[in-house]
C-alpha cells in the first residue's frame, strides 16, 4: 500500500492557493538575470562569435571578470599556466568554459530572498552546481556534445528557490509565517513549472527549458530527452558526491538513468574516480 502523501499545514494551504494562482497565471516574480550572464548565453550559441567579443562583454562586468580571471588561474582549470588577460583565458580554456564560467558566476543564492531558509538554498544551489559539472562529465563519457550540458544542470533546480521566495514573501502578505515542512512542501509541487517559467523567461536555450520542464520524466522530452538523461544521471552523481549517507553507491548505479544513456555499472564507477577534481572546481567556483 502507497503511503499517502504529506498534506500542507492550514496556513500553508492559503499561501498553496494563492501560489497555484500565481503558477496559472505565469505571474511569479522573478529574478532578474544579470544583463551580461544573458548576453553570454547568446553569445555562447552564436557560431560567428569570437574569443575578443567574448572577453569584453565580461570585462564590461568588472566584478565578474575578476571573478572569472581567478577561477581560470585556478589549479582545477590551470595548474601549470598563468593567465594574464581574458582573452587569453578564453583562447587557452575556449569559449565555452568561459562562459560556463561566468553563468556559474553570475547565477547564485545572492539571486534569492529567503530569510530562514538560506542554508537550505545553499544546499540547493551546491547541487546544482555539482550536477553541471558532473553532467558535463557524464556527456563526455557518453561521446556527446557537452556544450549545452552545463547550462542545463545548472538551471535543473532554478524552480526550487524562486519557489520558496515567492512562498515567503505570500505568507509575509497574509501574516501568515510558512512553516519548515509546508516550504519543502510548496517546492517541490511546484518547482518544475516555475522553473520552466524563470528559463523561458531568462530566454535560455529551448534544450534547458525542456531539461527543467520533463527533469522527472525525460523520456517525455521531445527534443532532448538524451540531454535531460544525462543531466538526470548528472543529479546522481552529484547527490552521491554530497550525501553519500543518504543514497548508497549499490542505489544510484540501479537509477535508470545511466541505463538509457549506455553507461554501465562500471563505467560510472569509473566516473566517480573525478570526484576531488569535481570537488576542487566547485570550490574554486564558490561566489
Request: aromatic share 4%; glycine share 4%.
Amino acid at each position: 500500500m502507497k503511503a499517502s502523501e504529506p498534506s500542507l499545514s492550514a496556513p500553508g494551504q492559503r499561501v498553496a492557493e494563492i501560489l497555484q494562482s500565481l503558477v496559472n497565471t505565469g505571474d511569479i516574480e522573478v529574478p532578474l538575470l544579470p544583463e551580461v550572464a544573458s548576453k553570454v548565453v547568446t553569445l555562447s550559441q552564436d557560431r560567428d562569435s569570437d574569443a575578443s567579443q567574448l572577453s569584453q562583454l565580461i570585462q564590461s562586468d568588472q566584478s565578474l571578470a575578476g571573478h572569472v580571471m581567478r577561477i581560470a588561474n585556478s589549479a582545477a582549470y590551470s595548474p601549470n599556466a598563468t593567465l594574464v588577460s581574458l582573452q587569453q583565458a578564453i583562447t587557452r580554456l575556449g569559449m565555452t568554459l568561459i562562459g560556463d564560467i561566468a553563468m556559474a558566476a553570475s547565477i547564485n543564492t545572492k539571486m534569492f530572498h529567503t530569510p530562514g531558509f538560506e542554508t537550505h538554498v545553499d544546499a540547493i544551489w551546491r547541487h546544482a552546481l555539482a550536477t553541471a559539472l558532473w553532467s558535463k562529465e557524464v556527456a563526455r563519457a557518453c561521446r556527446r556534445n557537452v556544450e549545452a550540458t552545463f547550462l542545463c544542470g545548472l538551471l535543473h533546480s532554478i524552480g526550487r528557490p524562486v519557489v520558496l521566495h515567492t512562498a515567503i514573501e505570500i505568507g509575509q502578505r497574509q501574516a501568515t509565517p510558512l512553516s519548515t515542512d509546508d516550504a519543502v512542501l510548496l517546492e517541490e509541487r511546484y518547482q518544475r513549472r516555475v522553473g520552466t517559467t524563470v528559463a523561458e523567461k531568462w530566454e535560455m536555450p529551448k534544450t534547458v527549458c525542456e531539461t527543467i520542464r520533463h527533469f522527472d520524466d525525460y523520456q517525455s522530452a521531445p527534443g532532448a530527452a538524451e540531454q535531460t538523461a544525462m543531466v538526470s544521471a548528472g543529479a546522481q552523481l552529484a547527490w552521491y558526491m554530497l550525501t553519500p549517507e543518504d543514497l548508497p553507491l549499490s542505489q544510484m548505479l540501479e537509477h535508470p538513468a545511466f541505463a538509457d544513456v549506455n553507461l554501465y555499472p562500471d563505467q560510472v564507477e569509473a566516473l566517480l574516480e573525478k570526484r576531488d577534481a569535481i570537488v576542487s572546481t566547485m570550490e574554486t567556483m564558490a561566489p
